[in-house]
Nanobody
Framework: QVQLVESGGGSVQAGGSLTLSCAAS?????MGWFRQGPGTEREGVAA???????TYADSVKGRFAISKDNTYNTLYLQMTGLKPEDAAMYYC??????????????????WGQGTQVTVYS
């Protein structure tokens, strides 16, 4: 029942910044951002629960920030200090209940189509 549409991907120079957006329709309790590079498994990047509590992967702590506009049901991922290893397809995900651990992709039931992020040096 949940529909997710990502936007904001693009090509960024290493050290630069980029902000991704995810417009959601339907009930979303937990939301998160995941990414998948070529030939790699999908990994959790950041998550936020209904109360605004956030969780980050160690690789992005201090560089990425997840936030949610509850009025418009829109999820954001602010990325700074981008590195070449951050390049991937980024996906927005949602779940109707609290997800433990928050960065477990298998516990999210709704997914967006993805938005591509490339980082060049």
């Amino acid at each position: 029942q949940v529909q997710l549409v990502e936007s904001g991907g693009g090509s960024v120079q290493a050290g630069g910044s980029l902000t991704l957006s995810c417009a959601a329709s339907g009930y979303t309790s937990s939301m998160g951002w995941f990414r998948q590079g070529p030939g790699t498994e999908r990994e959790g990047v950041a998550a936020i629960d209904v109360y605004g509590i956030t969780t980050y992967a160690d690789s992005v702590k201090g560089r990425f920030a997840i936030s949610k506009d509850n009025t418009y049901n829109t999820l954001y991922l602010q990325m700074t200090g981008l590195k070449p290893e951050d390049a991937a397809m980024y996906y927005c995900a949602a779940a109707p209940l609290r997800v433990i651990p928050p960065l477990s992709p298998s516990d999210y039931s709704s997914w967006g189509q993805g938005t591509q992020v490339t980082v060049y040096s």
